[in-house]
């Protein structure tokens, strides 16, 4: 298996412009996270789904964010408008059905700001 | 609160044991969990420990588990310049399936 499939790796905006990550889970995970790592913050989730339909979205900052799953095999993260303070590493994980939990990290996108 | 701790930094010889430890909150975690990331990369899964488990040992790594003092431990034995990396623990919280992360331990292997 390939792995945690994220895209594009890396992205440089402007302030003002929307940005769109994508991801792509292991086939066969039911699970999806999205995380936001920033040396100030660390590791935080952002918003998880289980079978494709969002759970916990608490961590999602504000209203400039949003996260769909359309089907088993892709989600988005949008930000619109970008902001400075946004630009960090948004990681997205995948998870199986399992009691373990465990986790299974994409290689991240690296944002930019301007 | 839902923090997990862990301590910034920790420098070792190669060849040395490695020992990183972590503080946790909540103690009806069922799992927890030992990440790496290497600069530039993501998350790597290293092990967990169930934690009705006192200790897992996977190679050169070993997973102790205090569970009254909720302490987790991970010591990498014969340390090598390629494990170099940032280590997060991580548990989930009850009725949570995302896991929340400590700060990381950065760990530094000098030849």
């Known amino acids: 298996d390939a792995g945690v499939i994220q895209s594009p790796r890396h992205e440089v905006t402007e302030m003002g412009q929307e940005v769109t990550l994508r991801c792509k889970p292991i086939?066969?995970?039911?699970?999806l996270f999205w995380y936001r790592q920033t040396m100030m913050r660390g590791l935080e989730l952002l918003i998880y789904?289980?079978?494709?339909?969002?759970?916990?979205d608490s961590g999602m900052p504000e209203d400039r964010f949003s996260a769909k799953m359309p089907n088993a095999s892709f989600s988005t993260l949008k930000i619109q408008p970008s902001e400075p303070r946004d630009s960090a590493v948004y990681f997205c994980a995948s998870s199986p059905s399992v009691r373990t939990d465990t986790q299974y990290f994409g290689p991240g996108t690296r944002l930019t700001v301007l | 609160g839902e923090d997990v701790e862990q301590s910034l930094f920790l420098s070792v010889r190669e060849g040395d044991s490695s020992v990183i430890n972590c503080t946790y909150t909540?103690?009806?975690?069922?799992?927890l969990y030992w990440y790496k990331q290497e600069p530039g990369a993501g998350l790597q899964l290293l092990t967990y420990?169930?934690?009705?488990?006192d200790m897992k040992q996977d190679q050169r790594l070993t997973v102790l588990l205090n569970k009254k003092d909720k302490h987790l431990s991970l010591r990498i034995a014969d340390t090598q310049t390629g494990d170099s990396a940032i280590y997060f623990c991580a548990e989930n919280l009850t009725g949570r399936r995302a896991l929340t992360f400590g700060s990381g331990t950065r760990l530094q292997v000098q030849p």
């Open positions: 909540d103690s009806s975690s069922t799992y």
């Open positions: 789904f289980n079978n494709n339909v969002p759970i916990d």
């Open positions: 420990i169930f934690s009705n488990m």
């Open positions: 086939s066969g995970h039911n699970s």
